[in-house]
């Protein structure tokens, strides 16, 4: 396995062994020791010291389902700290068959011109893009698709990072050819525009084959891991409902984001609720389909395609985040406008839920109505488009509350929450808080534990605990894999592992180890970039949310015994500062 190292500055390319303390990381565990082993902390996040880190997994490339995601990362413009946002699609497959762990780009081309880093069999090499210039995702990858090949996998970004802004992410093409599979959080989209990179395309003619220890005993564990699986309640509710199915649990939460976070619920959700969606698919038919999969070879297929009143696909896929945050969160109760706004975000390379926080941010400030789903619309097409207007709200929902003077910004470390309102379940504040990688919900979803998520006992426990979990699922498979492997199947990672990886393990504690080491370097690096934690906003610990009246009220003790050493071990040393 092999590093691409890409240096912009000079235009060379180098090609690396991966080193001995990184052969059993991929994904987030290995951008975020790259991160902190390589990255300057007090870098500007688009200056030329920051680098561009895609990570895959190890397990990619040996059938194993859910190993086909990338990990994007860096240091974070909008939170300033270390940054991971994963992606499906069909890119970590092509990166195994070439055999690359990691792309790593650094530097800065002194012309700023944009270019394509092109990789297939024969060749690395960077292209000029200057002709793919202000030109949007969907486009991007279709050129790109029908100049190098149709089972190519294509990284890009749109125009939003092309403008450096806060909001913007890098996106994947799936196996229909179109980028809607973003890694979207933390504007990691500018970090790629700050290197001048439009795209970066991979070619599927590898040869690489990734060797086991013994080929029968590997293929036993990985069919006991798949019936697992498939026979899993968990998995099979993603197969259905995929993540609009959250909508209605997180609402009878309280939780649910509504007009800008000041209300947990909402009088019209049935009209864009998971059930409502998966009527209008069946209804429309053509293009449209309820169960679909986001990368080759996954068996849980939690996408899924929306279709338009013609059965003509307006957007895959159609998630909770952006259902809630472009939906009841701006007071929207129409899917199609809902699937139409993703769409164009995806296009011009925007996070979803930083662009939907804003805009309700936007309504707090009277830039629109609640409700104007046509106003909406308009003032995405100006982030797109680089109006002063649309770079203020592309730059994200901080700096929306900034400039128009908005203390209601539902916030932490600079990054927009996503769709769980603390006050509705506390155990989120203890993630959005302690994650180094600020208000994102990836790092543990904590709304499904059995627990009394209206009281905040427990809350420090249960988000630590997930957080730890889903940070070593992270750096190998998609996390969603993690509702499909009941404690009674965890063991058979042991073997998995061991067969893959030529690891010795006896048992499942390596799975913690490497997800605590993970948050650890993360947060060392965040320490020393001036990045602590952050309490949420103070309007959720002061306000009480419509109806039942909660507010964020984790005391400061409580949080005071998260890093304790007892938990985590030692911590690596902080790195170098200049």
Not at 103 to 118: D, Y
Not at 166 to 172: I, K, M, N, R, T
Not at 266 to 295: F, S, T
Not at 494 to 503: A, I, K
Request: glycine residues 12%.
């Amino acid at each position: 396995m092999y590093i691409v190292r890409v240096n912009m500055t000079t235009g060379k390319i180098k090609v690396e062994p991966v080193p001995e303390k990184y052969k059993i990381l991929g994904n987030r565990g290995l951008v975020a020791r790259i991160t902190y082993d390589e990255i300057l902390p007090t870098c500007n996040p688009i200056g030329p010291r920051n680098k561009l880190i895609i990570a895959s997994s190890p397990m990619e490339g040996v059938g194993i389902t859910c190993a086909g995601r990338i990990s994007v990362g860096g240091k974070s413009p909008l939170t300033g700290g270390a940054k991971e946002a994963n992606s499906g699609g069909v890119a970590g497959s092509r990166m195994a068959c070439h055999g690359i762990r990691a792309i790593i780009v650094e530097g800065r081309p002194e012309n700023k011109r944009l270019q394509i880093l092109h990789i297939n069999k024969d060749v690395m090499e960077l292209v000029d893009a200057e002709d793919l210039r202000g030109k949007g995702t969907y486009a991007t990858t279709h050129t790109l698709l029908e100049r190098y090949g149709k089972s190519a996998a294509v990284i890009s970004i749109g125009p939003a990072g092309e403008q450096m802004l806060g909001a913007s992410g890098v996106f994947v093409n799936d196996m229909e050819g179109d980028s809607g599979r973003a890694a979207a959080r933390g504007g990691v989209g500018a970090i790629m525009g700050a290197k001048y990179i439009k795209a970066i395309v991979i070619e599927h003619d590898g040869n690489f084959k990734r060797q086991v220890q013994n080929e029968a005993a590997f293929k036993n564990v990985r069919m006991k891991l798949h019936k697992a699986i498939l026979s899993n309640p968990g998995a099979a509710f993603y197969t259905k409902m995929g993540t609009m199915g959250f909508m209605m649990p997180v609402h009878a939460l309280g939780a649910m984001p509504t007009k800008g976070f000041t209300e947990g619920t909402w009088d019209r959700v049935e009209e864009v609720n998971g059930e409502r969606y998966l009527e209008e698919i069946a209804k429309r038919g053509g293009e449209g389909k309820p169960i679909h999969a986001c990368m080759p070879g996954c068996i849980v297929r939690c996408s899924n395609i929306y279709p338009d009143k013609n059965g003509k696909k307006i957007v895959s896929p159609l998630e909770y985040e952006s259902g809630d945050l472009l939906g009841p969160n701006l007071c929207i109760d129409d899917l199609d406008s809902i699937a139409e706004m993703t769409y164009l975000c995806n296009d011009y390379g925007l996070d979803t839920i930083e662009v939907g926080v804003a805009l309700g941010v936007a309504a707090h400030a009277g830039i629109f109505v609640w409700g104007d789903k046509k106003r909406a619309r308009e003032l995405i097409d100006e982030i797109g488009k680089g109006t002063y207007l649309g770079k203020i709200i592309g730059s994200g929902a901080v700096t929306v509350g900034k400039v128009f003077g908005i203390d209601k910004v539902p916030a932490v470390k600079g990054q927009a929450m996503a769709a769980y309102d603390p006050r509705g379940v506390k155990s989120m504040g203890v993630t959005y808080t302690m994650t180094p990688m600020g208000a994102d919900h990836t790092a543990a979803v904590t709304f499904r534990t059995p627990i009394d998520h209206f009281h905040w006992e427990g809350a420090i426990d249960v988000s630590r605990n997930i957080q730890v979990t889903v940070a070593f699922y992270d750096t190998y498979f998609c996390s969603f894999i993690a509702r499909g492997i009941g404690p009674a199947d965890t063991y058979l990672l042991v073997e998995l592992f061991n067969q893959v990886l030529g690891t010795k393990y006896t048992d499942t504690s390596f799975m913690s180890e490497i997800g605590k080491d993970t948050i650890k370097y993360e947060r060392m690096f965040n320490i020393a970039a001036g990045v602590n934690e952050e309490w949420v906003p103070e309007f959720m610990r002061d306000e009480p949310l419509i109806p039942h009246g909660r507010k964020s009220d984790i005391p400061e003790s409580e949080y005071a015994r998260y890093w304790d050493t007892e938990f985590w071990g030692e911590f690596p040393p902080m790195p170098a500062r200049l």
